[in-house]
Every structure is written in structure tokens, then in C-alpha cells.
């Protein structure tokens, strides 16, 4: 049996027909195949039963955009071909005819195929096999072992094998994969910037490092300064490339949601929504694409950083998150990746400049701002008895500001407002000027101290394209302040003017900015509107009050300040200097809309027309103490610790005021008074000191007795008998 199965084949003696003893050992058979002409090498494939194509799920798996996941099924049956359609998207086309989907068409061999782009023709052959010995070795074979053996184990059939492959495929080189990182950084930036708005967004942006941290049970923080005690110059470098990132982008929520990017469209699509745009694809089935690629994500983000590691794609086909993953990129097209690359980066690029637009999904708004500088204008030819009066001088270091008035027209008194007791108390101090020929009072206080290098930072950060517009702005932003004061009085003294102009002209352009105007802003200004809109969203957050009713600019003093008026029922307007320093926001408040535009005209530029609001205050020695003194002396954290002496000269301002103020018989001005030193003896009884300080106790005990005068209208307690100017 073995000698003739294993018999050296002979060549036939004779020619002509076969013998009668040799016809039975030859068959012909009929072989079908599908050649897919317009593939590199034109590969071959044997249809014995059934073939599917697809681009992910079938027998032969084709990576080409124009074949559908699973496209359609060839059929051999009793050797007649039949096409199948699966519902592709491109289609099934038989001699150039698209043939209806879920229908069986019948093909004949000289049929011209289509499937998608790609292009089967039909072979068909006749080959013989000589099949007797072997018939003859399974029959002696299943005699010897009967039950051991299992005739299905021979049954002779060809099956058709899963075939992957790439049409064409090219390795992912490294410009592409560049293209791409920086494709999905921009994509990234985009979202950033319009979900950041949202505190949830910025909670799970916060969350992840901590969390991450957390897994690790590490001493960072004295790893890091080990690390800097030895490499020093590492650490330097680090903290500067960081301070200079952080002056350009936000890098910490910048890196999460780049990598948030890239893991989610991975897991989506088997590569990163960039790379698919660039015609990057993947190899594998449909699952580990998804599930590898996650990992090559994963694993990117720790070798990212050592770009050594990306190294090998630059000579070979894979990186090594790609050769640790088990997954292999490549590219369906190098036309598709070199026009993808000119086209998808610009069209991310702009996406990365308009996307300030759409912060929180909401388009801004302009706000119209009234570009003229409100300032006095003088009067020519005034009559000399206008000006004939004795000015007095005041200045407050808690407010920063000097006053030069007319004590015939003006009354100013110090006014306190708190909320709490002991230790808890909560003071926030103010003046109240009092008008005599309007009988108006207008309050003035401090709204809100805040960093105005911090807030013009937000608008400049980044934007290189501001430096030359604004240079008095980016000095204060970015230069170090001089440590001479002689030399910073003298460069403020030559610069404020030049620092309120730029002032005005960047809030101008920051609130003029809306959805209409955007693109004509980017090309004529600055293609980053990003720091702008950032800028207006914050010192409108510095107001509190949205329904403002006006926005403009007013000179008042030495100073032109920024007014934005709120025309309630109570109307006040805010004020903030555009000076150099700290930045501050001044309420002035007034009484009624009733007469309002002639009590804030004569505030404005006829009671501070004379302010100096960056002035030089030395405090000498004096017998008595003035409205703005006694401001200051209630703004110190150490009142509880006041003096005997100042105690006196406390009580002895209030008793003064109060006498000219009853011998001046004003009705108004004399309950405004009143209300203040009312107010006056509630934080003298709020103070922590009041129980234990013998100084403050007394006090209290005299203003109480000066309020009973002042309700009694006692004259002879105050020694008045006739009218006296306050």
C-alpha cells in the first residue's frame, strides 16, 4: 500500500487515447477564482463555496474608504456564481450596472465586476486529479482502525481563509503622525475653550490629576524638589518653559482634554479623530482596533513625552506604543494624507481662533461705550466773588486720595457700614458728601479692591500681536516694578496719561467685540480674540450688577476714571481709575433719580474737581483730626488698641462737627448726621475691645451723650447760640 502511495510517477510509454485501466483514475475539475485586477500584484483568490469582501467583516478584508464594512458575498453553487449586496454605500456594479441590494444576481464568467473602487474579474479552470490511491489508502487505513478513524477527517475541501489586507498599504511616517498630534492639540484647544465656562467641565478637569495622583502613594512634592536639588538647571528650565506656556495657553486642562480627545475617538473610530482625517487607519478586526488603540493612547501618553520612543517610525512601520500594543497604523492613501494635511490643519487652525465665540455656548454680545471723556469745562470770565472762599485740604491713606473743597458748598462726613460682632465683625467704610445748595447727599465708597496686573494679564496673555498697540499695558503686565519710589512717582507722573489712553482704547476694543464683527477684529487687530473675550467676561464679573445702563469715561481730578452707570431706583455708578497699581472699584451712590444728572454733574466736576487720586500723604502732628483722618483711623486693625489721645481727638472732631452743624440749621444735614453718628456708636459697641478697652468704653459713653444733644437739639451742650458754617 505505501509503494503505491508513495511510487515515483513515470512518463506514459504510449501515446494516444487512454487505456480503459487509466481513465478512471483522472478527474477534472472545475476551479473558480476572483482576481481583483486593480490591486497591487493583482492577488487571486479561490471561491469554493463562498467569499465575502469587506472593510471590516468578511473573508477578504479590504482597508479601502469606498468598501463598505461588509460589502458583498460571492456564491458557488453547482458551479453557477452568484453576487449578493449587502446594502453597501458605493455599491455593486455587474457590467457597469448597479445591482439592487439583499437580491441574489446569477454571473456569467465574462461578467466585468465592481465593487466599490475595486475591480474582480471571474477566472474559471480545468484541472485533473488522480484521486485512486488515495481512495485506496482511506479505505485500508479505516479497515485497520475502524473506530479510531473518522471518514469526515478526509473528506477533501478547500476553505476559504480570512485575508486581511491593505489597498495599499503604506507605513504612517512620522510628518503624518506630527500633523496629526498637532491636529487633535487644536481640536482639543477648541473644546477647551468653549466647554471651560462650565463648573462641571472644570470640576472633572480637576478631579482626573488629583485622582490620578491619588492611585500612587508618592511624596511629589519632595521628589520634585530632590529632583531640582540635583539638576537644578532642569528644574529652571521646566519652570520657565511652564511660565511660558502658561503665559500663552492653559497647559494642565490643555494636556487632559488632549488626551480625553484621543482616547475617546479612539475607542470610536480605532484611531484618533485627527489621524482618520489624514487617512490613518488600523489594522486588526473590528473590536481589537477599538480596544488596541485605546491602549496605544494609554501607553502614549507615558512615552509621549520622550519623543525617543516615536523615534522608530521614522525608519520603520511601527512605534513602540504600536509594537507594546500589538497594533499596527498605516495609510490608506499618501494623496489623501498630503491633502489632508494642507486642508484639516488650517480648517482646525481657524476652528482653534473662532472657538472664543462659542465660550459656554453662548455668542458675545457688544457693549456699546461712549468713547468721549467727560471732563469740566471752565468757564471763561467768572466773576471773582465765585472764587472767593478758604479751601480746605483733606487726604485719606486708606483711600489714596487728596481733596482740595469748598467748605461753603461741601460737607463731607465719614460713614460707616458693618455687619457682624466681635470678632467677626465685617466693616466697610465710606464718606458721604453733602451738597448745601442741592440739600443731596452722594455716598462714596470702596466697592471692590482687586489685581489689575492679574486682570489686563488675561487680556494680553498670549497675544503677541497687542504688544506694540498697547506698550504701556505690557509694561505693567510683564516688567518688574521699579523699587525707587522717587523714580515711580516720576514715571507715573509721565506715563498716566499715556496708561489711561491705551486703558481706554483696549476696553473699547474688548467690549466692541461681538459674533458680527469677529473676523473683521482678527484680521485688523489681533487673530487671538480669546485673551480679549476672556477680559470682558472678567471685569464684568467684577461688577455684580449686570443691568448697567451706560459705560463711559469721565476725567474726574488729576485721573480719568471708567464710569458705568446703573439708572435703578436708587441709582449709583461704578468707578474705576485707569492709573497704574492696585486696581480698585468706587461705588458713588445716590439718593433718587430726581434731580440726578445736576447732583452728579456738581459732584463730579465741581466737588472733586480738585482730587488727586495717587497722591503723597504725610501725616503730621495736629491738635485736631479731619472727616478723611477719622476714615483712616476706623480702616486700622489695630482700632481696638486706640489711644486715650486719639480716642480724644475722636470725640473731639464729632463735637465740633456737631455744633456747626446745629448752629448751621440745615434740617437735612442735620439728620444725615445724626444717622452717622448713630451708626458710629453701634461699631463702637460691635469692636472685640468694647467690654475690656476703658478708652473705648468711655467713648461710647460720650457719643451717646453727644446723640442725646443732637436729638434734643441741646444748643447749650455744644455751646451754640447763633449759626455757624460747618
Known amino acids: 500500500m505505501l509503494a503505491k502511495l508513495f511510487r515515483r510517477k513515470s512518463v506514459p510509454t504510449n501515446d494516444g487515447e487512454l487505456s480503459g485501466s487509466v481513465a478512471p483514475r483522472l478527474r477534472f475539475k472545475k476551479v473558480f477564482e476572483l482576481q481583483l485586477t486593480n490591486m497591487e500584484d493583482s492577488p487571486v483568490y479561490d471561491l469554493t463555496h463562498q467569499l465575502t469582501i469587506g472593510s471590516e467583516i468578511g473573508n477578504i478584508v479590504i482597508a479601502d474608504p469606498s468598501i463598505s464594512p461588509r460589502h458583498a458575498t460571492f456564491i458557488l453553487q453547482q458551479e453557477v456564481i452568484s453576487v449578493i449586496d449587502h446594502g453597501s454605500v458605493s455599491g455593486t456594479f455587474v457590467n457597469g450596472n448597479k445591482i439592487p441590494p439583499g437580491k441574489y444576481i446569477i454571473l456569467e464568467e465574462s461578467d466585468v465586476l465592481k465593487i466599490g473602487d475595486l475591480e474582480i474579474k471571474i477566472i474559471t479552470k480545468n484541472i485533473s486529479e488522480e484521486i ?78 488629583s485622582f490620578a495622583l491619588s492611585l500612587v502613594d508618592a511624596d511629589w512634592q519632595g521628589m520634585w524638589e530632590a529632583f531640582i536639588a540635583d539638576y537644578g538647571f532642569v528644574g529652571a528650565m521646566a519652570e520657565d518653559a511652564f511660565a511660558f506656556f502658561s503665559n500663552t495657553l492653559n497647559p494642565g486642562p490643555l494636556v487632559l482634554m488632549f488626551m480625553l480627545v484621543r482616547l475617546i475617538s479612539t475607542l470610536i473610530f480605532g484611531v484618533s479623530i485627527s489621524e482618520l482625517l489624514l487617512g490613518v487607519g488600523s489594522k486588526g478586526n473590528i473590536l481589537w482596533r477599538r480596544i488596541g488603540g485605546g491602549l496605544r493612547v494609554l501607553v502614549g501618553m507615558i512615552t509621549g513625552p520622550f519623543l525617543v520612543f516615536d523615534l522608530p517610525a521614522v525608519i520603520s512601520r511601527r512605534t513602540l506604543k504600536e509594537f507594546l500594543t500589538f497594533t499596527h497604523t498605516y495609510l490608506i492613501s499618501k494623496l489623501w494624507a498630503v491633502l489632508g494635511s494642507i486642508v484639516i490643519l488650517p480648517l482646525l487652525l481657524a476652528l482653534a481662533l473662532v472657538a472664543p465665540l462659542f465660550q459656554g455656548f453662548e455668542l458675545p454680545r457688544a457693549i456699546e461705550i461712549n468713547e468721549r471723556v467727560d471732563q469740566r469745562v471752565k468757564v471763561k470770565n467768572q466773576p471773582e466773588s465765585a472764587a472767593t472762599f478758604t479751601p480746605v485740604e483733606d487726604a485719606s491713606q486708606s483711600l489714596d486720595l487728596a481733596l482740595t473743597y469748598n467748605p461753603d458748598e461741601l460737607v463731607i462726613i465719614p460713614h460707616f457700614k458693618f455687619h457682624g460682632v466681635r470678632n467677626k465683625i465685617a466693616l466697610k467704610n465710606g464718606l458721604q458728601f453733602y451738597q448745601k445748595d442741592q440739600l443731596a447727599t452722594v455716598g462714596f465708597e470702596v466697592f471692590k479692591n482687586f489685581d489689575l496686573k492679574e486682570l489686563l494679564g488675561i487680556g494680553m496673555k498670549g497675544n503677541v500681536f497687542l504688544y506694540d498697540k498697547f506698550p504701556q499695558i505690557y509694561n505693567f503686565v510683564y516688567s518688574a516694578e521699579d523699587s525707587n519710589p522717587a523714580f515711580k512717582a516720576k514715571e507715573n507722573q509721565v506715563t498716566q496719561l499715556s496708561f489711561a489712553n491705551e486703558m481706554i482704547e483696549f476696553i473699547k476694543m474688548s467690549f466692541a467685540l461681538d459674533a458680527e464683527n469677529a473676523l473683521e477684529k482678527m484680521q485688523t487687530e489681533t487673530f487671538f480674540i480669546k485673551g480679549l473675550i476672556d477680559f470682558k467676561a472678567s471685569f464684568l464679573s467684577l461688577l455684580e450688577y449686570k443691568d448697567f445702563d451706560k459705560i463711559g469715561f469721565i476725567k474726574i481730578g488729576n485721573t480719568i476714571f471708567m464710569k458705568i452707570s446703573f439708572n435703578k431706583q436708587r441709582p449709583f455708578d461704578l468707578l474705576m481709575p485707569l492709573m497704574k497699581g492696585e486696581g480698585r472699584i468706587f461705588k458713588v451712590n445716590f439718593e433718587k433719580k430726581e434731580n440726578l444728572e445736576a447732583v452728579a454733574t456738581k459732584f463730579y466736576k465741581y466737588n472733586l474737581e480738585k482730587s488727586n487720586w495717587n497722591p503723597d500723604i504725610k501725616r503730621g502732628e495736629s491738635e485736631g483730626m479731619t472727616a478723611l483722618q477719622v476714615l483712616d483711623l476706623f480702616s486700622t486693625p489695630k482700632l481696638k488698641d486706640i489711644q486715650p489721645e486719639k480716642a480724644q481727638s475722636l470725640y473731639g472732631y464729632y463735637f465740633e462737627t456737631s455744633s456747626a452743624i446745629l448752629g448751621h440749621g440745615d434740617p437735612v444735614l442735620v439728620e444725615v448726621w445724626k444717622r452717622n453718628v448713630s451708626s458710629l456708636i453701634q461699631l463702637l459697641e460691635a469692636l472685640p475691645a468694647a467690654n475690656t478697652s476703658e478708652s473705648i468704653q468711655k467713648l461710647q459713653q460720650n457719643f451717646k451723650d453727644l446723640l442725646d444733644a443732637l436729638e434734643t437739639k441741646n444748643m447749650e451742650y455744644f455751646g451754640v447760640s447763633h449759626s455757624a458754617s460747618v
Open 132 to 209: 485512486e490511491e488515495v481512495e485506496e489508502a482511506i479505505e485500508e487505513t479505516i479497515a485497520d482502525e475502524p473506530e479510531e478513524i473518522d471518514k469526515k477527517k478526509f473528506n477533501v475541501k478547500k476553505q476559504a481563509k480570512v485575508i486581511s489586507i491593505d489597498a495599499p498599504n503604506y507605513a504612517t511616517n512620522s510628518l503624518v503622525r506630527l500633523a496629526a498630534v498637532i491636529g487633535d492639540f487644536l481640536l482639543a484647544y477648541s473644546l477647551l475653550v468653549v466647554l471651560q465656562p462650565f463648573d462641571e467641565v472644570r470640576n472633572f478637569l480637576d478631579f482626573i490629576p
